[in-house]
């Protein structure tokens, strides 16, 4: 018995809080349909340290790391992939044998959702947000050759991405009418978040059938951002996605496996009551 408890890999998701995530129940569907012997828990983190200590110590496979750890953790790794680097930020832990590696998974996974929908080069981009979400995706897109205008609340953390990220234009929300002449526009605030779901970033105004509309709030599924753009005619790309395919990356980094990702994505949308 004891063989058998030893053999399970374990892979978690530190953060505080992380009894609402659904990363559990995505990445514990996904070993099952695959029949690996891997488990996936959540811990609440609030010494990030020590956490890391244990992640070592103990031989967790690979760890999803979520607020507020995902910029202190870094010091305590011993190795970033680019994008992680880049950013200054990690979203995924892999333990090689006690050597530590962060990966950052966001703007790939949100570039991907992306690109499922619409074509990124040449194209007017614009950003609203400032925070952690906004950085990965803000790099990643300007990877692409994309022309990017990048909106916030607090203009002066829009200001500091822009420069960060070398964006073409910056500013606060009073600014949400170049909206009306983009081709892309990305919500990476949390507005239009449970509870909150009543609440919209952009008025259904600046919204036209030319334009892409990704949210990447993924709860609800469908924020009222993404209904009045459908209404609009634009096409729409679910934050849930971007969910899903930064898990993905996760699940194969961990276990080395090709991800099911019908099983993912099917346990992912009833979780959220998307059928
Ligand atoms: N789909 C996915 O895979 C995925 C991945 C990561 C995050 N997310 C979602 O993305 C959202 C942002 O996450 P984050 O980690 O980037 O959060 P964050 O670092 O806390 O940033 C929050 C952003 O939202 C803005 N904001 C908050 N309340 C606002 C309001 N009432 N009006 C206008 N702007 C407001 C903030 O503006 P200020 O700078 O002015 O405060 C800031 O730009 C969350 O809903 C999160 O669940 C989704």
Redesign the pocket.
Known sequence: MAELVASVKICCLIGDPVEHSLSPLIHNAAYKALGINYSYITLQVKDIERAIETIRAQGIRGASVT?PHKVDVLKYLDRLDPPAEAIGAVNTIVNDNGILTGYNT?GD?ALKALEEVTDLGGKKVVLV??????LAIAAALKENNVNLIIL???EA?ARQLAKRVNAEDYGG?ERLSLVASADILIN????G?APGTRET?VPQEFLHDRLTVFD???NPRETRLLREAKERGCAVVY??K??LY?AAQQFELFTGHPTPLEVMESTLTKALGGG
């Open positions: 607020t966001d996974a947000g400032s925070g952690g979400a906004a916030n609340r607090t953390k929300l990476a605030t949390t507005v978040m970033i990447i709030v993924y934050g849930y971007m969910l930064q």
